[in-house]
Nanobody, 116 residues
Framework: QVQLTESGGGLVQAGGSLRLTCAAS????????MRWYRQAPGKRRELVAS???????NYVDSVQGRFTLSRDVTKNTISLQMDSLKPEDTGVYYC??????????WGQGTQVTVSS
């Protein structure tokens, strides 16, 4: 069983920054993709950013240029640096790992609140 543990959420003013980290309990190269999702109150969970095992990175248009996804394979972590935060970035952020066979693993989520 894979465990994903997020950290780094919090309360920040608009224009500020936060850095989220997701620590995996196993070698992250085993996952074809690792992703960050978020879910705002009353809305569906949406994909924010993803990284493939080869290192390709994609972002949803709304965070392009403001968020940066990175990984540290020595620590089995991925991180999401979030700059120029906006109130609409508020939500619970979840780390996801897609395993071979299409099994999805999820973290418990971390709250990000951006005040205007």
């Amino acid at each position: 069983q894979v465990q994903l543990t997020e950290s780094g959420g919090g309360l920040v003013q608009a224009g500020g920054s936060l850095r989220l980290t997701c620590a995996a309990s196993s070698n992250i190269f085993r996952f074809p993709a690792m992703r960050w999702y978020r879910q705002a109150p009353g809305k569906r969970r949406e994909l924010v950013a993803s990284i493939g095992s080869a290192g390709s990175i994609n972002y949803v248009d709304s965070v392009q240029g403001r968020f940066t996804l990175s990984r540290d394979v020595t620590k089995n972590t991925i991180s999401l640096q979030m700059d120029s935060l906006k109130p609409e970035d508020t939500g619970v952020y979840y780390c996801n790992a897609l395993a071979v066979g299409q099994t999805n693993y999820w973290g418990q989520g971390t709250q990000v609140t951006v005040s205007s």
